[in-house]
């Protein structure tokens, strides 16, 4: 058991040193080796309860990963970093436990192919749960080598999985095949067979990087990060100071000729009502500035909230506030140009704990009024089912809001562009993580949603890091975490829909419908003798 612990960690870290933005991802083509080895060896050994010791040794590993990845959510909150990390953690090892039970009663041939299939399968359902944390999907992991992955375009994130899984399965294969015969021979082929599967993908995204073409017609955008600290100082400022301020900051590097001014997520944080949000004085401070050029539209994130007076629980997102009743709370972006009503679009998929109480109606007798804090504004929030768009005044331009944490769901964005996007607007507050990789780790991710959609990204960050991201994937333009000011550029715009906008996750779909049919007849089996 000793030896196989030893490979847990040593797969721990190897998963851990992979990951962006300081890491090697190559490594995570053998990251799940020494795992794979140590499972192989409990299996085959004459140990009593290999369940529960496959399940600890897995563990070992996904913990490690877990903590060095993401331990950056102690900044926002010691409870939820720790609990957050034990969870996933425990998630995972049940995963790779199921792959142990199929392994015992099945041929190599079928239970490898269940193992990439259930954690596929895992991480799709790791998108739309309660407790959805996907910052660990492993197709993430190449989002700082945006030139190996031009094919996102046709498989999202789950192409990299599976490629992934791929490869590691095929050395641990050949490791094995060397170990049980010791022909050197095996050995050579093997890993050259494997680093050609690493190779070709490489070459097919070099050649569709070499030979795309960005879209023709182009969009000024001036992003503003005005650096307000969201523990001492955002929540205590105005809406009329910041809408005073944002414009202050607009003006240093705005012309006649802008077409956007795009403002961070709640940036308007003293609570505005969505029902009277137009009459506000802040609005139309906004608008009397937007309306001095041809076409400028200004986004920005606003923290809205609807007062209902009655007794009774109005809807299932509402919180109670004693006398004043009940509230709805909004975590929202809003354009605002000529128009006298402006558009608003509210975030949909909520920070775990801090905007989203998971299983709240099982969970709340339990727990009370308990939320853990992994960043963001702590209440309950209400969300909308549709996705917005936010067309320009002359319809050339259609942005699409997306607020932080929504834009690492992959498929999710894909539903901006079907509803008619032609660039990605993400606004962001990532000062709950400190200067961390947290911060670095999100703006990475918004590449992989670049290349998926091929939209340029225009990325307003509280903090930083304000950034211009091209069709490619590539960031073409920034402004430096922890700095105040705006930053400037101009981005292509296009209406093209890539086969994955079309398609979405059907690679997940794919490995959930082999996880149900290969587990069924796993248990329909009888253990191997």
């Not at 720790?82 to 079928?110: G, Q």
């Not at 000729?257 to 997520?265: D, L, V």
């Not at 690492?408 to 901006?416: D, M, P, R």
Request: net charge positive.
């Amino acid at each position: 058991m000793r030896n196989s612990y030893f490979l847990a960690i040593l797969s721990g870290l190897l998963l851990a040193l992979a990951w962006p933005t300081y890491g090697i991802p190559i490594l995570a083509f053998i990251g799940f080796v020494p795992l794979l080895l140590a499972e192989k060896h409990i299996r085959e050994s004459s140990y009593k309860r290999k369940g529960g010791k496959v399940f600890l040794v897995s563990y070992v590993t996904f913990i490690i990963w877990n903590s060095i990845t993401t331990w950056w959510i102690w900044y926002s909150t010691p409870f939820g970093m720790f609990f957050a990390l034990a969870v996933n953690s425990l998630l995972m090892a049940i995963v790779f436990s199921l792959y142990h039970f199929v392994a015992k009663r099945l041929p190599a041939k079928i239970h490898l192919i269940f193992l990439p299939a259930i954690w596929m399968a895992f991480e799709k359902f790791h998108l739309n749960w309660d407790f959805s944390w996907p910052w660990l999907n492993l197709g993430n992991v190449f989002s700082e080598y945006t030139t190996w992955i031009q094919w996102y375009e046709y498989t999202g994130v789950f192409g990299g999985a599976l490629w992934i899984w791929i490869i590691n399965i095929g050395i641990y294969k050949t490791v094995v095949n060397y170990k049980n015969n010791g022909n050197r021979s095996i050995l050579t082929k093997g890993v050259a067979r494997n680093v050609l599967l690493i190779a070709i993908p490489i070459i097919f995204s070099l050649f569709l990087l070499n030979n795309y073409e960005e879209g023709t017609k182009k969009a000024q955008i001036t992003l503003l990060q005005p650096n307000v600290d969201p523990y001492s100082q955002k929540y205590d400022i105005s809406n009329i100071q910041m809408a005073k301020n944002l414009i202050a900051l607009a003006k240093q590097d705005i012309n006649q000729n802008t077409n956007y001014i795009i403002a961070p997520e709640t940036a308007l944080a003293k609570g505005s009502s969505i029902d009277q949000f137009d009459d506000s004085t802040e609005k139309v401070m906004l608008q009397d500035y937007v309306n001095q050029f041809p076409n400028m539209q200004f986004i920005t994130g606003v923290d809205f909230y609807r007062h209902y007076p009655q007794k009774e629980k109005p809807t299932i997102t509402a919180n109670f506030y004693g006398r004043n009743g009940w509230f709805d709370f909004y975590n929202a972006a809003v354009q605002i140009n000529k128009s006298n009503t402006s558009e608003k679009y509210i975030k949909s998929k909520l920070v775990v704990g801090v905007e989203n109480f998971p299983f709240k109606t099982v969970l709340e007798p339990l727990l009370g009024d308990v939320m853990l804090d992994l960043g963001g504004t702590v209440a309950m929030r209400a969300t909308q089912e549709e996705r917005s768009v936010f067309k320009s005044n002359d319809n050339a331009f259609s942005a699409a809001p997306i607020i932080c944490y929504e834009s690492i769901y992959g498929e999710f964005v894909t539903g901006y562009v079907k509803k008619g996007a032609n660039f990605l607007a993400i606004i962001t507050n990532d000062a709950w993580w400190d200067d961390t990789q947290g911060h670095k780790q999100h703006l990475s991710y918004a590449r992989l949603r670049a290349i998926e959609t091929r939209k340029s990204v225009a990325r307003s960050a509280n903090t930083g890091i304000s950034a211009f991201i091209n069709e490619k994937g590539e960031i073409t333009k920034t402004l430096a975490f922890n700095s105040k000011g705006s930053l400037s550029g101009e981005i292509t715009v296009n209406n093209k829909e890539t086969i994955y906008v079309k398609y979405g996750d059907y690679i997940a779909r794919i490995a959930v419908l082999f996880t149900v049919m290969i587990l069924l007849y796993a248990i329909a089996r009888k253990k191997k003798v």
